[in-house]
């Protein structure tokens, strides 16, 4: 008996934790962003994000990478060869009563393996740490059905990946 009160109980712990999740929206202009620097053919800028984040895009001839924090990205951030984000990024954070500051990004990308494309979609997880940086925690692809949910669900792990230790899954 207790250990299916036990069983219950975990079940009902999960399933509000799968539900936990709420998504907030910010659509970038990226060209309208400060401009922070300049190093050969790449630019930085900075956008203000929410909560304080600031959101980084380095942008080149040939690739365009967003980071979130103060101090950037951490760890694995290639992605392709050639990728470009798109304006969207969607925030995941805490849901309900609860409600906080986002704990992980979705950004999607076109990535191709020669700078004129063909290109395809990608949804790239971003753990937040804090204002402080991210880390690329999943690479979904982005043309298979179901891609927005499972980006939303590996988000959702995020708070238990370890930037500089875990490799991005590809779910």
Do not use: H
Not at 114 to 132: D, H, N, W
Not at 133 to 152: L, Y
């Amino acid at each position: 008996m207790r250990a299916s009160i036990l069983f219950l109980g975990l079940m009902a712990a999960a399933a509000q934790t799968a539900l936990a999740a709420d998504s907030a929206y910010t659509k970038f202009e990226w060209e309208k962003c400060r401009k922070t620097g300049a190093e050969d053919d790449v630019v930085m800028r900075r956008c203000d994000g929410p909560d304080g984040i600031a959101v980084d895009i380095n942008s080149g001839e040939d690739a365009a990478f967003v980071s979130f924090g103060a101090k950037g990205a951490r760890g694995e951030t290639q992605i392709g060869a050639f990728y470009f984000p798109k304006e969207t990024v969607e925030w995941r954070k805490e849901a309900g009563k609860n409600a906080g500051k986002p704990f992980a990004a979705i950004l999607r990308y076109d990535v191709g393996k020669a700078i004129g494309g063909p290109f395809r979609s990608v949804l790239v997880v971003y753990k937040l740490e804090g204002t402080q940086s991210s880390c690329v925690t999943a690479i979904v692809d982005g043309g298979k059905p179901g891609a927005n949910e499972s980006a939303r669900q590996a988000a959702d792990q995020a708070p238990k990946f370890i930037c500089d230790k875990d490799a991005p899954r590809r779910p």
